[in-house]
């Protein structure tokens, strides 16, 4: 056999679990851990659907075998059209931001040194005080990740005699760090997907010290904006603000991308809000917008900062490119192709009779409902040359079932086309939703 077939056989028996046996007999304790896992039911539905329900449709887990310098990629050995990308802008393929990660990969090398509790180097200080001049904030506070700023934050800001209201959908690291504020004593309470009327009773259930309202700028599956206006309205006129994780709006919605809280509300001083750097700044972490007091305590307080390794510094460097492409002209150019894009995708879907969700952000779902259906249809649209993520429980409820699209700016006309056309096939051939031709 030779290495390359070997690999090949490698590659595709990794799923596997291997099973090992003491020289005594007995299972090791790995093996033990494996079969306490395997019982857990979210893993049984998992494992069933992986491996014995849809085996062939389940796309999950797979391999990027290369990326070209278009959305081109080759998935698992099969030519693509990528629309599963979070680098919306396109920057991963801009040359100053792929430059300026080079050139501070020459200077910096590639690690910080220490927790940044310690040190940090100085593109840290700078990246955080060009995102804060973007959002006009006093500062900003920058996390290895958007998770890991959501489960270190919320037990910073929430604790004994405080209401922790969030959305239900709110995102699973949020959830996380809500868990740990309620372990320390916060009041976690939920209410149904942005609905007003029941976080007004939360407000009311006890004079709380404290009430932090927790909210998706943009909802990861959906792609669709919470009322983040009303909600905001709400909340303070019972004292309290809004955390906003926008790390799907952050640098596509709103005024110069500054995001859906800054949209909505017209500046970020009343609210907390955390944005991405690994989806439309295509590097790598999360931010929080602080004051310059409140940033040194945070630093104190935030487990996930203080017991962490950071960014690189590499990464920022990339950051602060980016932040001179916002600052820039073409950037206009940028998020203009991409809105128009959106618009374009939105349109044809809806035209094809296909129920959609979003429209506003890059994120465009198409709504299916059953599992095996959902993943038959992500199947579908890979063997024809596009990948669009299948959205699935536990990500969405169990019978809602999402094709999830993500638009880029880089994405050319005939690509938008080619998917607009998959999917009246795909429409026709899985029968979902009416059936109706695109121009080509
Ligand atoms: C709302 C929201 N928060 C957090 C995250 C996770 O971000 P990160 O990969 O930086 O941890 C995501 C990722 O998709 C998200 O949609």
Redesign the pocket.
């Known amino acids: 056999m030779d290495q390359s077939s070997t690999d090949a056989t490698i590659s595709s028996h990794s799923h596997a679990i291997a099973s090992h046996v003491e020289s005594n007999g007995h299972p090791t304790a790995m093996d033990k851990l494996t079969d306490r896992l395997s019982k857990d039911s979210l893993i049984r539905m998992g494992l069933y659907f992986y491996k014995e329900r849809c085996p062939d449709t389940h796309m999950k887990d797979l391999i990027v075998d290369s990326i070209g310098e278009g959305r081109e990629i080759v998935l698992e050995g099969q030519p693509v059209i990528n629309f599963g990308s ?1 680098s919306f802008l396109g920057l991963d393929r801009h040359p100053a931001v792929q430059q300026a990660i080079i050139d501070a990969t020459r200077t910096w090398g590639t690690h910080n040194g220490s927790s940044r509790s310690f040190s940090s180097v100085q593109l840290a200080e700078e990246a955080e005080h060009r995102l804060a001049r973007w959002l006009g904030v006093p500062d900003t506070l920058i996390f290895p ?4 700023a ?1 489960v270190g934050m919320l037990p910073s800001l929430a604790g004994k005699g405080d209401l922790l209201a969030m959305d239900r959908t ?2 699973d ?2 959830w996380q760090g809500a868990k740990i504020a309620s372990a320390n004593g916060a009041d976690l309470q939920e209410f149904g997907a942005a609905s007003i009327e029941t976080l007004e009773r939360l407000m009311e259930r006890k004079p709380y010290k404290e009430r932090v309202v927790v909210v ?3 909802y ?1 599956m959906a792609g669709s904006i919470p009322p983040l206006k009303q909600l905001d309205e709400l909340t303070r006129r019972y004292g309290g603000y809004m955390y906003v ?4 709006g952050t640098g596509i919605i709103g005024d110069r991308g500054r995001g859906a809280a800054h949209r909505a509300l017209g500046t970020l001083n009343n609210v907390m809000m ?1 944005g ?4 439309a700044f295509s590097c790598l ?2 931010f929080v917008t602080t004051t310059l007091d409140m940033k040194l305590m945070l630093k104190m307080k935030a487990g996930s900062y203080m017991f962490g390794g950071p960014v690189p510094p590499n990464y920022l460097a990339g950051i602060i490119a980016v932040c001179e492409i916002i600052d820039s002209p073409e950037y206009d150019g940028i998020l203009g192709r991409l809105r128009q894009l959106i618009a374009g995708v939105t349109g044809g879907l809806r035209s094809l009779g296909l129920e959609v969700l979003g429209g506003e952000s890059a994120i465009v779902s198409v709504v299916v409902g059953e599992i095996e259906k959902t993943l038959q249809a992500g199947r579908w649209l890979y063997d024809h040359g596009y990948y669009v993520q299948s959205a699935v429980y536990p990500s969405v409820a169990l019978t809602g079932g999402l094709l999830r699209i993500q638009v880029n700016a880089n994405h050319t006309d005939e690509q938008i086309t080619g998917l607009l056309n998959a999917f009246a096939d795909l429409a026709r051939d899985l029968n979902i939703g009416k059936q109706k031709r695109m121009p080509r």
């Open positions: 979070d990740s958007v998770s890991l959501n709110s995102h690291s949020l998706d700028g943009v990861s994780d926008d790390a799907h955390v991405s750097l690994s989806k972490g999360g």
